[in-house]
């Protein structure tokens, strides 16, 4: 049985995504300065867990999102149909010269001691631009919700858009969805509009209407304003959930309507190598995955995998212990795959999760 209230019944979608789609270049491992060819990957941190569950976990899926009537957007419009995704786009004509645009991701993979190096064109993106009553929620969801999610890189592309989160938020409750929401705490963008004090304003106004959280400490302490140990300081191990679980008890009494939280923890010994686990925290009860060390081609994405996985366990009904290895697992594998989305099936993640190998499968 469900640790949440999630819904049985027939419903045209088992997952919502309200967030902004951007297209990644990939040069693979070569610097940008000596890069003479990309990869295009399609992303977006709410889109990744809605393309997840459609092509790993076999569930019906959609995102709420802006799209351009550019080359651009013709581009990750295809990526999205691939990926099984089902759009509710908001449409803005490009001017044939300063935009709207859809967001540029420019991120190299890096290879052991040089680390990944990721920066950004959001330059007068449409995403951005998007606002309260651009999507007609309740007609979306008309046919059956069972999850909506969105996240904070999202809610602080503008002024605008943390309000439209709350408003999906809101219809999703309204139809019986549970909703989740990724913190994602981006200093650089809430300075932008309004610093940290805003950003945390915003937030709450969020976080009341949610059921799940995915955070780490660092989110916890400066999205949400929880005390907790300072951030900045090195800890023993990146791996000790302590911290973590420490800082939960103080965000519910803050936020009772959540019951549910988890994040990943990752400790990096080389842009190849790191160990990798995930906890999970529900009602006051704690779970602990184990911990595996990933060889990885592109690190981009795992914790949206870890998130898809963990959401398709609690919405097929699975133990917590359970949808915590499974997102564990997937977010693992997902490593393994250039890209920002799932390249897994469902049996592999399975099987990874209750303990399997690498050996040759025959």
Known sequence: MSVLNVRQDACD?????????????????????????????????????????????????GVATAMVNNGI?????????????????????????????MATVYSDRGQGVRPPVVFYNRANEAGAMLKRGDFPFAEIMSGGCRWFHSGGIFAALSETTADLVVEGMQA??????????????????????GGLEHGQKMIAQ?????????????????GLGIAGPEVTEKAESKL????????????????PNVKVVATTLR??????????????????????SPTCELDVIDRIGGGDGFGAGLFYGLLSGRAPEEALRLGWAHGALLTTFPGDVSMAKLPEVEQLARGGSARVQR
Request: one cysteine or more; a negative charge; glycine letters at 10%.
């Open 73 to 101: 957007g013709e581009l990750i419009q295809g990526q999205v149909r691939e990926m099984g995704v089902k759009p509710f786009y908001k449409f803005f004509e490009h001017d044939g010269v300063r935009g709207p645009n």
């Open 172 to 193: 999703a409750g309204e139809v019986g969805a549970i909703r989740s929401f990724d913190l994602n705490y981006r200093p650089k963008l809430w300075d932008t509009i």
């Open 13 to 61: 979608l088992d997952f919502l995504s309200l967030g902004a789609l951007v297209h990644r270049l990939d040069p693979g491992v070569l610097p940008f300065r000596r890069a003479k060819s990309f990869d295009v990957h399609v992303s977006g941190g709410e889109y990744n867990v809605a393309a997840n569950l459609s092509y790993c976990f076999g569930l019906k899926t």
């Open 240 to 255: 000790d959930p302590e911290s973590f679980f420490g800082m939960i008890d103080r965000a519910v009494d803050k936020f």
């Open 267 to 288: 400790e990096v010994h080389s842009t190849n190598r790191h160990s990798w686990a995930a906890v999970l925290w529900v009602e006051g009860k704690r779970y602990v």
């Open 206 to 222: 969020i976080v009341k209407n949610v059921d799940c959280l995915i955070g780490n400490e660092e989110d916890l302490q400066k």
